[in-house]
């Protein structure tokens, strides 16, 4: 196999076609890369390039999301944790043996969840503007508050401009610090994803469905206080979702963790995937 390109492939979980891709040698230290909205396993493309000989990259794109498999609402409930379970499955399944995770957005629920279940399972944690902390959410989380606590036709107005164009470009441009850097095909492949039938009512299921992370978010910091992970925090500043205040909440209960601020939106990779790519080899070859 030639370890130095990056593959598209599928597994089967539980009856879903998991896509991922995947890069580097298997005998080398592993990475689990997450990321949900708006552009799912593709927000990773150039750090795994950047990556991929020095470790083994995993980078699925989850139920619903991407390349994999969309199952119909009906044979499948889109949560955190049922699309937590088939991550777990698809880490297991792969047979990756006790891998570091990066953990980006819509990842961080899902990691926090699958590491409450199996404490021993992540090796490093790399962390990038997700969240554990009421405190952490930003103004475009707290906007959204009204549909979290009461899901009707009259709050589903308030985010369902998130799943179009302009909405999107938030996660890309918003607070970005020179967007000649951000590649235009990232959002506009995303709004090709979030546009496909069903997808609407799929991603409002899930968003949703976030009130049951902050209701989980005591757990998570129980977590982080009693088993004190290894942590690199790697934090787009200005982001709307999850700003630095995220990132300062899991550091004051995680005092070892490594801090690196960069002056730009909730998709830091975009201005800094080569900077970050540096940072997690000093982290995880020390």
Not at 78 to 91: A, D, P
Not at 124 to 141: F, R, T, V
């Amino acid at each position: 196999m030639n370890k130095q390109g990056i593959f598209y492939k599928t597994v089967n979980v539980d009856g879903i076609n998991i896509f991922y891709r995947e890069a580097g040698d298997k005998t080398k230290p592993q990475i689990v890369l997450l990321n949900g909205v708006p552009n799912a396993s593709g927000a990773f493309q150039e750090l795994i390039h950047d990556l991929k000989d020095k470790f083994y990259l995993v980078a699925p794109d989850f139920p619903g999301f991407g390349n994999s498999d969309i199952p119909d609402q009906n044979t499948f409930e889109y949560t955190f944790h049922n699309i937590s379970v088939i991550i777990e499955k698809f880490i297991d399944k792969l047979g990756l043996t006790y891998p570091s995770v990066y953990a980006l957005g819509y990842g961080g629920p899902i990691t926090f969840r699958i590491a409450l279940r199996r404490p021993t399972l992540f090796n490093n944690y790399i962390l990038q503007n997700s969240n554990a902390y009421e405190e952490g959410l930003g103004p475009a989380m707290i906007a959204a508050a009204p549909y979290l606590e009461s899901r009707n036709e009259e709050t589903e107005k308030l985010v369902k401009p998130l799943l179009a164009l302009d909405g999107i470009k938030q996660f890309f441009l918003n607070g970005a610090k020179d967007v000649t850097r951000i590649n235009p095909d990232g959002y506009l492949n995303s709004l090709y994803y979030l546009s496909r039938p069903g997808q609407q009512e799929i991603q409002l299921d899930l968003l949703y469905d976030y009130r049951t992370n902050i209701a989980e978010y005591p757990n998570w910091q129980r977590f982080l206080k009693e088993a004190q992970p290894r942590i690199l925090l790697v934090w787009g500043k200005n982001d709307v979702f999850f700003p630095l205040s995220a990132a300062e909440a899991i550091k004051r209960n995680v005092p070892s963790a490594e801090l690196h601020v960069y002056d730009t939106s909730h998709l830091a990779l975009g201005e800094y995937h080569d900077d970050i790519a540096q940072r997690i080899k000093t982290f995880l070859m020390l």
